[in-house]
């Protein structure tokens, strides 16, 4: 059992969860029923403790200048309030972690790495600032991440936000975060999250947690929120097509077969960690013309790919699966795979090897699911 245990633990405890050891940490696998919980998430809501996140503040004069160094992103280039998604990559090109980074200020950023990186992250930042004008501080361990999402949100957070606040909420948009007082503290809240839907995420005090967890369950009776755990946050963010760090993303894979190459600002002027390598694995077509690529399959019968399973093209090995279950929301099963390229577009017709018996996927654009706005 892992020594790691968020602020809330005691509330998943009193709640019923199920635990399980995520990244070092103990989390809420699921409380009753993890196929419950995602529905809740797309029809109503659902809340999550994503406190095994990291937080990593980047503050200083030079604090854009070096995120532009650390990171593959343009950051210098994020308004004020709003965020980012980017990579923290090797030398050559591997992903360290993909994240979150949100600018509070001209001088003042919030990183969000994932659970198991968040020390990783925290260390290679810092050993990165060297010659930057800039503070790097790991605010991981005094800082809490709960997470609301699902189409009754919003009217759930407003019921606990004073009303000349409402507009701040409402007018929020999606990868933008905000200061605002909820159940009476004043709180980062950030409209992203990792579900495929309209939602915010909290940043609260270790002290304030378990207060700003019931606050929200009371708030969302009447609005079918309940709490949710991991299970149903694979299974939703597997329908989105969000990649997860440890399946997808890992030092062994590049941003260009793992279809991020959108996030990789070659044109800064600047140079990153990782540009020189970047740069060669663009051009020489990895991902796009030679190599593997990551791709979204479609089942055609019921039974569920899952990770480390092959992928078959005529009984030749072609791939491996990184994620795989049967769909809640579409009735099929989905999975995410790494494919030679030549096999990747849509439309064309695989196998996967599912324990001894090859049954036919069609490979399909992703996300598998996106919500109606």
Known sequence: MSENYTALYEQHKKTGAS????????????????????????????????????????TGPQAA??????????????????????????????????LITYRRAADKFLV?????????????LLERAAGFDVVVEDASAETSLVAVQGPNAEAILLKLVPAEQHSLVTELKYYAAVEVSIAGDQLLLA????????????????????????????????HGLIPAGLAARDSLRLEAGMPLYGNELSRHVNAYAAGLGPVVALSKESDFVGKEALAAIKAAGVGSTIG????????????????????????????????????????????????????SAPGTTVEVDLRGKAEPFEVVPLPFYKRSK
């Open 65 to 98: 200048a070096f995120l532009d160094y650390a990171l593959v992103g343009k950051l210098s280039a994020v308004a004020e309030g709003k965020a980012k998604y980017s990579l923290i990559c090797d030398a050559d090109g591997g992903i360290i972690d993909d």
């Open 112 to 124: 969000v790495p994932n659970a198991g990186n968040a020390a990783v992250v925290a260390a290679a």
């Open 292 to 343: 593997q690529k990551l791709v979204g399959l479609k089942g055609a019968g019921r039974r569920a790919a899952r990770a480390h399973y092959s992928v078959l093209k005529d009984g030749t090995l072609i791939g491996e699966v990184t994620s795989g279950q049967p769909s809640p929301t579409l009735g099929y099963p989905v999975a995410l795979a790494y494919v030679d390229v030549e096999h």
């Open 191 to 222: 409209r992203t999250g990792y579900t495929g839907e309209d939602g915010f995420e909290i940043y609260v005090p270790n002290q304030d947690a378990a207060e700003l967890w019931e606050a929200l369950l009371e708030a969302g009776e009447g």
């Open 19 to 58: 635990f399980t050891d995520f990244g070092g940490w103990q989390m809420p696998l699921k409380y009753e029923s993890e196929l419950a919980e995602h529905h809740a998430v797309r029809n109503a809501a659902g809340l999550f403790d994503l406190s095994h996140m990291g937080e990593v503040w980047v």
